[in-house]
């Protein structure tokens, strides 16, 4: 697993575990910039989706990642990255391709901030899996564990992850190394 200098913190887990929330709120908070989840703005306006469509978001989500990464001088927020790609192919596909494994083996996050899915199901026109957010979060967790990806499990309502997140990064020694915005204030 190569990053560059700076790290690239990927919040993440299963639909409607907060993770967009969280993302958003970090990026308000510290002023690092967000990589939005690239399969929402393409499933907003092409709904019906195959397989090579996901790897095509996968790639999309890939780029501007790490156009942003090379942009900004400080570390960068993504609001999933090809973990969740991977574990959308494997669960709706039946198989993630090699490449796309390979490509988040090198070029994942530097540390994932996994979402707990214990807060109520939230209704929304993309999301596909309502009653087996538990599963896809065990995936998620399979994963980081078994490829060795730091990450934290966050957990209760949105007040509590942001507060977990951020004493994580504090700790991490990103916040104090890096102060943009209020953080650093």
Same mark, same amino acid.
């Given at each position: ?10 919040? *993440? ?20 910039? =967000?990589?939005?989840? /690239?399969?929402?703005? &393409? ?8 397989? *090579?469509?996901?790897? @095509? ?9 790490? *156009?942003? @990464?090379?942009? $900004? ?19 709706? $596909? ?19 901030? =996994? ?5 109520? /199901? ?19 967790? @399979? ?11 966050? !957990?209760?309502?949105?007040?509590? &992850?942001? !507060? ?17 915005? @209020?953080?650093?204030?």
């Amino acid at each position: 697993m190569t990053h560059p200098e700076y790290p690239l913190i990927v919040v *993440t887990g299963p639909e409607s575990s907060g993770k967009t929330t969280l993302a958003e709120a970090l990026s308000a908070h510290t002023g690092w910039p =967000l990589v939005a989840e /690239w399969a929402r703005q &393409r499933l907003a306006e092409y709904p019906v989706y195959g397989e *090579t469509d996901v790897c @095509r978001m996968a790639l999309g989500q890939f780029r501007t990642q790490e *156009t942003r @990464r090379r942009s $900004f001088s400080g570390p960068v927020l993504a609001d999933t990255d090809l973990l969740t790609y991977r574990i959308w192919l494997e669960d709706r $596909f039946g198989g993630c391709p090699s490449w796309l494994t390979m490509m988040h083996r090198r070029h994942g996050g530097s540390l994932y901030l =996994l979402c707990r899915p214990d807060m109520p /199901w939230e209704p929304d026109p993309l999301r596909e899996n309502p009653r087996d957010r538990d599963r896809l979060w065990e995936a998620h967790l @399979r994963i980081l564990e078994g490829e060795g990806w730091p990450y934290r499990i966050l !957990s209760g309502g949105p007040a509590h &992850r942001m !507060s977990e997140a951020l004493g994580v990064l504090q700790e991490a020694g990103w916040l104090q190394a890096h102060p943009v915005g @209020r953080a650093g204030q």
